[in-house]
T-cell receptor
Framework: KQEVTQIPAALSVPEGENLVLNCSFT??????LQWFRQDPGKGLTSLLL?????REQTSGRLNASLDKSSGRSTLYIAASQPGDSATYLC??????????FGTGTQLKVEL | SAVISQKPSRDICQRGTSLTIQCQVD?????MFWYRQQPGQSLTLIAT?????????ESGFVIDKFPISRPNLTFSTLTVSNMSPEDSSIYLC???????????FGPGTRLTVL
């Protein structure tokens, strides 16, 4: 059974700092990995998707990497802003296009 | 990407009653999914909603408790039956947009059971 873990569970940083969120998964047989953002009480916003054959994807200040063989992904956020405050979730796609979600990292960017 | 809406956005219900949640997509999609997010937890897949056939449920979820309909390629409903306070969660539907885009989610339905 696939298990996805995210470290740290919570993170508080000053505005402007670069930061890295970590995601690990136990079964490397995945089709892709997605990073999502969730604001309190809201749905999920897809940030980046990395195919299993890719190593990284970039969108604006976000960069996600994938090391499928070691079961790890990182989300790098450059020059963090208070508007980046949210919970970040990684999810891997397995058989049947089903997503298995990580435990989430709650990020707070302070002025 | 598909635009997904859910109704209701939130509800407060009494123990023992049932609530039906609707999920509408602005384009035809093959695969739709229903997830539950309990307070302070991550998302757990309830079932895959299949058009024209019964839903496929994950371990720990049963049709009698969470009946699902999928009458066409743009719409699905999830019913939470005989509710208890433990059913208080956010319920989200998602659609699969293919291998290049992944899954997209609706805004969720926040359910509180008293």
């Amino acid at each position: 059974k696939q298990e996805v873990t995210q470290i740290p569970a919570a993170l508080s940083v000053p505005e402007g700092e670069n930061l890295v969120l970590n995601c690990s998964f136990t079964d490397s047989a995945i089709y892709n990995l997605q990073w999502f953002r969730q604001d309190p009480g809201k749905g999920l916003t897809s940030l980046l998707l990395i195919q299993s054959s890719q190593r990284e994807q970039t969108s604006g200040r976000l960069n996600a990497s994938l090391d499928k063989s070691s079961g790890r992904s990182t989300l790098y956020i450059a020059a963090s802003q208070p508007g980046d405050s949210a919970t970040y979730l990684c999810a891997v796609t397995g058989g049947g296009n089903k997503l298995t979600f990580g435990t989430g990292t709650q990020l707070k960017v302070e002025l | 990407s598909a635009v997904i809406s859910q109704k209701p956005s939130r509800d407060i219900c009494q123990r023992g009653t049932s609530l039906t949640i609707q999920c509408q997509v602005d384009s035809q999609v093959t695969m739709m999914f229903w997830y539950r997010q309990q307070p302070g937890q991550s998302l757990t897949l309830i079932a895959t909603a299949n058009q024209g056939s019964e839903a496929t449920y994950e371990s720990g979820f049963v049709i009698d408790k969470f009946p699902i309909s999928r009458p066409n390629l743009t719409f699905s409903t999830l019913t939470v039956s005989n509710m208890s306070p433990e059913d208080s969660s956010i319920y989200l539907c998602s659609v699969d947009q293919g291998s290049q885009m992944g899954q997209y989610f609706g805004p969720g339905t926040r359910l509180t059971v008293l």
